[in-house]
């Protein structure tokens, strides 16, 4: 008898961003999307370049996929995806779903999005295509207010998340400071990480 093939995920969400790096609130995200939401499976989607940053990444592509890909490997319901690193170049989303539909033609596409950019939505290219493409899951940011999206006839829901004061830019400049961040990055990650850093 043939092996049995998995079927395909019914919800998908996708966790895109620069993840430079990745800490414990996307990792705190990530988990409740898959809960809140009942995904099947959550896609991370390491940016190359993200569109609205003007900075260049602080860690090589590379480092940042290796350490999504330790964080993954610990939930069966979460992967990586190198779609948008292996253009070594800034792709838009709209362009990265569109490409994740085509290998799931069955299934909901769903946007995981801090409250931040839900709110900068309107600047994103493709914004309208991308609203009739998926349903948005928006998390809190530094507030438990979201306001209602400028872009028309978008499918969303608030996802109601603890606010973990934690951020990539805070990380960032502590390193600048010499600061401590080991309470800010994943255990699997850490030694990964300061290693980096100790270069």
């Known amino acids: ?23 414990i609130g996307h990792l705190s995200i990530a988990r409740q999307a898959i809960e809140d939401a009942n995904l ?17 990444p602080l860690l090589p592509a590379s480092l940042r996929f290796d350490m999504l890909k330790v964080i993954a490997a610990e939930n069966d319901r ?21 490409e994740i539909q085509k290998q799931y033609p069955t299934s909901k596409i769903m946007l995981i999005l ?3 950019q839900f709110n ?23 507030t438990t207010h979201i306001p209602s999206p400028l872009t028309p006839d978008l499918s969303y829901q608030h996802i109601k998340n603890n606010l973990i004061n934690c951020s990539s ?21 850490l030694n ?8």
């Open 120 to 142: 900068r939505l309107s600047e994103w290219k493709f914004s309208k295509e991308l609203a009739k493409l998926c349903h948005f899951l928006v998390f809190s940011r530094t």
């Open 114 to 116: 801090g409250s931040d």
């Open 192 to 199: 990964i990480f300061l290693q980096f850093l100790s270069r």
């Open 40 to 56: 099947d499976l959550l896609i991370f989607c390491p940016a190359y370049h993200a569109p609205l940053r003007k900075k260049q």
């Open 78 to 98: 979460m992967e990586v995806s190198s779609l948008e690193l292996d253009k070594q170049k800034t792709c838009y989303t709209y362009h990265t779903v569109q």
């Open 1 to 23: 008898m043939p092996i049995s093939q998995k079927s395909p995920p019914a919800k998908i969400g996708f966790f895109g961003g620069s993840f430079d790096p990745v800490h």
């Open 169 to 189: 830019t805070e990380i960032r400049n502590r390193i600048r400071n010499n600061k401590p961040v080991d309470k800010m990055i994943p255990n699997s990650i």
